[in-house]
């Protein structure tokens, strides 16, 4: 049986080796791509759910101020906000023009008075903020439901409250706002 010479020999093993090594190195590439995008929007979900949940807590820090500051349509409450208590206006609400106008951050809010929001030990970067709308209409008391906070045999007015909080996520960018109605 004769021996192969170098003069028969058409390197299709090298061809086939080198089309075997791209192919791979495509694949490799497509899974590190896929994964670094999964991975992008994870960090984006945990932000926005830090976010959620800053706003919840200006939501309920909101409902403490309510319970404990004896609100009233005579107290701080006026047009445009001051310190985080407006007067809701019937046309357009006040929580849309501060969102529109990004005055979140201004002296028109108020900043959450609980601990400092930590997430994985570290402050974040912006604590929620949030506004307390006066609904102008008295609501009377009714069911013990309606009356939570005055009692159900008190006859005094319910007050409707408009509460809008804003909070941010670990990055600073992120943001989620949180409405709640509450008679008080």
Not at 57 to 70: E, F, L, N, S, V
Not at 109 to 136: C, H, M, S, W
Request: contains cysteine; glycine residues 8%.
């Amino acid at each position: 049986m004769p021996t192969p010479t170098s003069t028969s020999q058409h390197g299709a093993a090298l061809i086939t080796g080198l089309i075997f090594l791209v192919v791979l190195t495509l694949i490799s590439l497509s899974a590190i791509k896929s994964t670094s995008l999964e991975e992008r929007m994870a960090g984006n979900t945990r932000d926005q759910d830090v976010a959620f949940e800053a706003a919840e807590a200006g939501i309920r820090d909101a409902m403490k101020y309510i319970a404990t500051a004896g609100l009233s349509p005579a107290s701080a409450f006026v047009a445009g906000c001051a310190a985080g208590l407006c007067l809701n206006d019937p046309t357009t609400p006040v929580w849309t023009s501060i969102t529109s106008n990004n005055q979140w951050t201004s002296n028109k809010t108020k900043v959450y008075t609980g601990a400092p929001l930590k997430f994985d030990a570290t402050n974040l970067p912006v604590q929620p903020r949030y506004i307390i709308e006066l609904i102008p209409n008295n609501v009377p008391a009714f069911g013990s439901s309606a009356s939570t906070g005055k009692g159900n045999t008190s006859g005094a007015q319910l007050l409707p409250f408009r509460i809008t909080a804003r909070g941010w996520g670990i990055t600073g960018q992120t943001q989620a706002t949180v409405q709640a109605t509450v008679l008080y």
